[in-house]
DNA sequence: CTGAAAGCGCTTACAG
DNA sequence: CTGAAAGCGCTTACAG
């Protein structure tokens, strides 16, 4: 099996297929193998002088520390698992771009903080066992609402003690980290007002799983209170594809005769259904009907007009999830669970 | 630090923090160490007597098997690690929605072999070591063309004899997988010129690190050619954002004075630039002007009119990159790595 | 078909 | 400040 020709072998025993090991390091920086550990773990009690010694020999042997050792002999990962509840049968691009977001700046919260990600898609057969393998310390949960399947069974699973937080279940008794969706609710539904419409509609259910829905139809109600408005719910049916939801609502809206001028819609491909279905019909957006969304995902961008909506701030959603585990893990508190919003005016709700 | 009083302890050594390790298990179920270890991977040198006995201590004692141990041992991580390659100080939200579709469906092809993908974002300070450091067997990278810095980066790591397989990169030297560009192509110029089309122009880049471009505008030739039409090249301007180099490549078009019907533009960002601009200066699409982009990403869906487009088979890329790594893993050949493409023709192109 | 034993490559008390 | 030694929890020849 030797290779003994390889010519950029460094001795004889040392050929291409070679695997330096901190004895290795040890022998060529001439201290001992525990020596190596701690000098190359930067402990500050090793003299400056050897842990230069100890580093250029590594550097000479490419060696790089086997985690696998260090996680066995320590007992930490240093790694978080992230799952993303998808529906069943359904393809990953048509994930929801919203969820992908998230997933980026969780992924890079973690990263930021020398932790890796271990990321799973799952729709089916749920998988949750990172801390019981030793595959991770925690698990932070994503994804879409209507599995219930998949959200039972990671409440199951913090309920055995794993560490866990999520965004969008539907079930109390997962920590979760969640938009300011009342404050986000309350600036959209300002802004139409500010805009000079009155009679504004709520696409909204009362019975969806989704909590941010209910959180955002509150703020709406509380701002067209406070402003003498009185608040009209349009609202949307189950088990529909969102845009036609977002359809239906504005033909259940027009249909029932009671005149309207602006619509908020409590997420953004509801927002974009809605839209279409407005155009459809001839209503000029903004002009005659004023419309925005809710979650500040790409394609708003590209509607004609573009969408109105209310962003989360991402970066801080992925850290607020990332911190959130880490407090768990380490069993300290955390106040720390409701992301700031901010409003994106665009066309499809500012009158010139 | 004991917690004598917990009420759930099986015994009073194995209280709330307890672990089981496969020792326990043996003991349990009354066999040696090995023979759990044996039972529980299933080898089947193991009677089926005992391993029922050795599954049912494991299940009455909670015992997972602790992969770090495990990996230790064998010098097998059962890993992929995933990186994609971003911009520098890019907001994870702004990540290409293609990306993220190629990111989910890689995810699910290596979960289908059994394997944990291990992602992170990667903009400014590289890290690929993860063979190096026993955290995975090999590498996948993907992301924006752009960051040199970055393909650079792993060019040379895959040099230095790491397993990597790629989507983007600039590079040769590099095993890739692409979709089938050049088909792509000409199912896109073949379509407009089945919808009456004949003057198209091509915005593309013959200067473009993305090779992908250029082996669109080729297919797009060929299809011109061979319908024996004139290709016409609209290029578009580095280092601008996409939007904008499909907005100037239109001005520049109209401002030459040459008359066109049509533009394929080689990815959809483009596209949605270019669509922008032929509608801010009076262009019916597709009564006057026909559109196509290329990607298939979402945002398309929903511009005025739809935006026709090709698009890959996602789960088909996830599938050949995970195949690709893997027999770069084994040493083995594999033949597959063009990802099939199909057209999606939308509002933009179809003339009724 | 099963068991006793070695060893994967680290980190970390313990001793000096 | 450094070294010798134990041990993390597995898998897998080797022996029977």
Redesign the pocket.
């Known amino acids: 099996m030797g290779d003994d020709l390889d010519i950029v072998s460094l001795t004889p025993a040392r050929g291409r297929g070679f695997?330096?090991?901190?004895?290795d390091v040890?022998e060529e920086a001439?201290?001992?193998?525990?020596?190596?550990?701690?000098?190359?773990?930067g402990d500050?009690?090793?003299?400056?002088?050897?842990?230069l010694r100890v580093a250029e020999a590594a550097r000479r042997l490419n060696?790089?520390?086997?985690r696998?050792?260090?996680r066995?002999?320590?007992?930490k990962t240093g790694t978080l698992a992230v799952v993303v509840i998808c529906r069943p049968g359904q393809d990953r691009k048509d994930v929801n771009p919203f969820t992908f977001a998230l997933l980026g700046s969780t992924c890079a919260a973690a990263s930021a903080r020398g932790f890796e990600t271990l990321v799973s898609f799952q729709s089916e057969s749920f998988n949750g066992l990172y801390q019981e393998q030793r595959k991770a310390d925690g698990l932070i949960v994503l994804g879409s609402t209507e599995n219930l399947a998949g959200w039972d069974y990671f409440r199951e699973r913090a309920q055995s003690g794993d560490h866990i937080v999520c965004w969008g279940s539907p079930h109390d008794g997962l920590d979760w980290v969640r938009s300011d969706n009342r404050e986000g609710a309350r600036l959209a539904t300002r802004h139409l007002i500010e805009q000079g419409f009155t009679r504004i509609a709520c696409i909204s259910s009362e019975t969806s799983p989704q909590r941010q829905f209910a959180e955002r139809y509150q703020g709406y109600a509380e701002a067209m209170a406070q402003a003498g408005l009185a608040p009209r719910l349009a609202p949307f049916e189950e088990g529909l594809a969102r845009e036609e939801q977002g359809q239906r609502a504005v033909a259940h809206l027009v249909s029932s005769g009671k005149p309207f001028d602006a619509v908020f819609a409590v997420c953004d491909q509801i927002a974009l259904g809605a839209l279409g279905e407005l155009r459809a019909r001839g209503f000029a957006v903004p002009a005659q009907v004023g419309l925005v969304g809710f979650d500040g995902i790409r394609d708003g961008a590209y509607s004609t007009p573009p969408l109105s909506t209310v962003e989360p701030d991402f970066q801080a959603a992925g850290t607020m999830l990332v911190d959130r585990l880490f407090a768990a893990i380490a069993g300290s508190d955390c106040d720390k669970r409701r992301v700031p919003v901010s409003l994106l005016p665009r066309g499809s709700s500012v009158r010139k």
Do not use: I
Request: glycine share 6%; hydrophobic share 40%; charged share 15%.
């Open positions: 695997r330096a090991t901190s004895f040890a001439g201290v001992s193998q525990s020596t190596v550990s701690r000098a190359l773990a500050p009690v090793v003299s400056e002088a050897t842990r060696y790089q520390v086997d696998n050792a260090a066995l002999r320590t007992g």
